[in-house]
């Protein structure tokens, strides 16, 4: 992409009232924009990014099995009164009434709608387990919409839902979960910790917060230390074996959030591994059984033939709030710096000085090899000074920068810049190339 | 994918008052789910062809050098009264009202967010041409929502909204998306013929809608029969070049919409090449100039320092209405054939007989070969009636059908059907696998 051509609206002051520094540096690199309190327009690098994060999420859940629907942002309330929730709910459910005056909600998770559609052609243990996920926009009506993308009312989530005909099952379907959690946030280059979780009002006995530990985190949370560097099983899991032994390795340490924090059982943590820090919620997994399944009769039959409600559990991922704690983990003071697998560009091409005829050459040529080779390149073919040109790249965080200047290019050679270390290096321009479009 | 792990809920019988073939055919094939009336959740291999559909429009609007973007679902009133259309819309718009009594709506369209999002940054014709787009779903509460996805209240819509100096650069950007939308129309598979149409609410002199004839199609067009068979430019065109000839050759001859219908102008039209006929909107494009820049002051500083409205035009393509014009298009008897660009699987594999080692084998042979050449298939490894089998492949409609079968495995051999002609042919399974994953 051309930067000429493109829509980057960077912003050099921010609103005073900004509090944490993801918020900050996602308007400043013109990556999102308030468009009321708590409802942002995604200009388009950050929208770049957020597909980069979604496909991650989309890419783990298929490996573990779970077959991707879309389901619509607004439900029937009726739904929500057969499960018993739509008067609990309170009001974060954003509650819409359309012309014919039927009541609709613009929905805050979706455990209601996909019990609906599992019931109406599910009908056999056979057809288990199943998992159906989704990755759409929720709505929850936050008494005080703040952090940016961190507590947005309208935000992106990925959610799961496991269907099966006994709890054993059921638990199954939980680890597998569990575990593709895990991969999901160390691709993302996350250090993410599953933690015993209250369940809020989702319901049930089992669930796990993943938690990334940052100072500016939402909550309190208390753990082993070794949990923070256990890192992710990777790619090879197989998904039909027993994940069991994976689980237990990292649920076998104390792990909690402060609402389910036991000080007791934190002590007993050796004092050199107990570590209590700030922690942002970037997933939660809840087994619920038959509390939707029951009421709203989604019954399969047995091998014995006779129906049971089915046992459930319900998987969230913060799509959108990923990028926040993406960015809480990894900035410095001239901005941003992105982990390869969710950059919104791969590299960055700086022309010093546009107009140019060796310098335009050179950059064209980068610019045309970078695509060639399936990656992306985002060139500053501005006339532009370039002090801006190295503070916007600084800022929005491109992995690898490449500069051609009138002089260096006079001896046929580039700089290149690694964001995230600062390393500077000089190498032929056909070097260089080579480097960027390598792997 | 293999179906036994699949979620492919088909149908034997639809509602009695599903009235057009694209519907009822969405429904059986397990496409979609009525959630609500106008509104749909879209099952797993509906949702396949929607992003195959989604990404056609993208790569079509990124080849023309608009930017991506995306708007939220809930806008704020206040907008629309600076615009002047909050009071105009009507009860097509959903106004929602949150905790704090703040009137928001879901957008039905996005020209006023849009127009923030530019004034806001911005301030010279240096910026221009400018053409920002998003791809997200919008809500128009029919009053009465029927045939499925084509007239449903939630939708998914491509926006797209240029902005320019002056009329003449205005123009070259309607040009631009004039002809992105012929190539996105035809990468589908579908004859769309650009009409002069009215601009209603939007407002505007000058607008195209693209036309898919069809019986079932909502309203009567007219037109020279010439323009239905004339293709389009393809992906070489160039963008920055000068395209009004390109549109021109397209809007000598007659089409019109009914609402711009001249029949004194269509009786000059030779009667042989006369056509009226039934037509599906895909597409509408508009020019308005200053009607939203003026009073929501979206100015920029020109060559001579002075602030003035921007140019606009915007440009719709209904992402999900084009699944129902598709299969209106593409049907037979047996269901859906969908053109291999939006298909949802390329190969659909049927095993004849599950559980036999032969057939087995060679199924999963084929399955991982397909995978393996970057193509997709959907392998129907369950334990069905071959007639079961035959009829739910016919029914979702994947291009190519393999069928593997006890006796002829033992000859080597499979077969191949094509979905589109019901030609069907022998292979060895080598053969076959080489042509299925060829190009």
């Known amino acids: 992409m051309r930067l000429s051509r493109y829509f980057l609206p960077v912003l050099k ?3 005073a009232d900004v509090q944490i520094v993801s918020h900050q540096l996602m308007l400043r690199a013109g990556m999102i924009r308030q468009e009321a309190a708590g409802i942002y327009a995604w200009l388009p690098l950050g929208l770049r990014v957020l597909k980069k994060v979604e496909q991650i999420v989309r890419e783990e859940m298929d490996r573990a099995g779970a077959v991707e629907l879309l389901m619509p942002t607004l439900q029937l309330a009726d739904l929500w009164r057969e499960s018993g929730r739509y008067d609990d709910y309170g009001e974060e459910m954003l509650r819409i009434t359309d012309r014919h005056k039927r009541d609709l ?21 056979k057809d288990l387990p199943l998992n159906l996920y989704n990755i759409q926009w929720k709505f929850r009506d936050e008494r005080r919409p703040r952090f940016g993308v961190m507590r947005g009312r309208e935000f992106l989530m990925k959610d799961a839902y496991s269907f099966d005909l006994d709890e054993a099952g059921a638990r199954r379907a939980y680890n597998r979960m569990f575990v593709a959690y895990l991969n999901t946030f160390a691709r993302m280059g996350l250090k993410a910790v599953p933690m015993k979780a209250d369940t809020g ?7 796990h917060e993943f938690i990334v530990l940052a100072e500016t985190g939402e909550s309190q949370v208390f753990c082993h230390r070794d949990l923070v560097e256990m890192g992710a099983p990777g790619p090879d899991v197989d998904f039909d074996g027993d994940l069991q032994p994976l689980v237990d390795e990292r649920t076998a340490l104390y792990a909690a959030t402060e609402e389910m924090h036991d000080p007791a059982a934190f002590e007993a943590v050796p004092e050199a591994d107990r ?19 029951r009421p709203m009769k989604a019954e399969v039959a047995g091998p ?7 046992h459930m559990g319900s998987y969230g991922v913060g799509v959108s709030r990923l990028l926040g704690a993406i960015i809480e ?3 410095d003071d001239g901005g941003i710096i992105w982990p390869d697998a969710v950059a919104p560009f791969d590299v960055a091409i700086i022309n010093l000085k546009s107009g140019d005829a060796a310098c335009d050459a050179a950059c064209e040529k980068i610019y045309a090899g970078v695509k060639a080779s399936g990656k992306s390149a985002l060139y500053d073919d501005r006339d532009e000074r370039a002090g801006a040109k190295f503070a916007t790249m600084d800022l929005i965080g491109i992995p690898r920068q490449i500069v051609v200047g009138p002089k260096s290019i006079a001896e046929g050679n580039v700089e290149i810049k690694v964001r995230a270390t600062g390393e500077r290096s000089v190498a032929s321009l056909d070097e260089a190339l080579a480097g960027l479009t390598a792997a």
């Not at 455990?111 to 243990?125: G, L, M, P």
């Not at 009002?201 to 669930?207: A, E, F, H």
């Not at 570590?275 to 942002?280: K, M, N, T, V």
């Not at 014995?304 to 089915?310: F, S, Y």
């Open 304 to 310: 014995d033939g006779q129906a049971r409600p089915v």
């Open 105 to 125: 909600l613009y929905g805050p998770t979706a455990e209601e709608v996909v019990t609906d559609i599992f019931r109406a052609s599910v009908k056999s243990y």
């Open 201 to 207: 009002p989702i319901g049930g006995d089992l669930s």
């Open 13 to 15: 002051e921010v609103p």
């Open 275 to 293: 570590l209590s820090a700030r922690g942002i919620e970037v997933g939660h997994i809840f087994y619920f059984g038959e509390k939707y399944s």
């Open 329 to 331: 983990a990894s900035h």
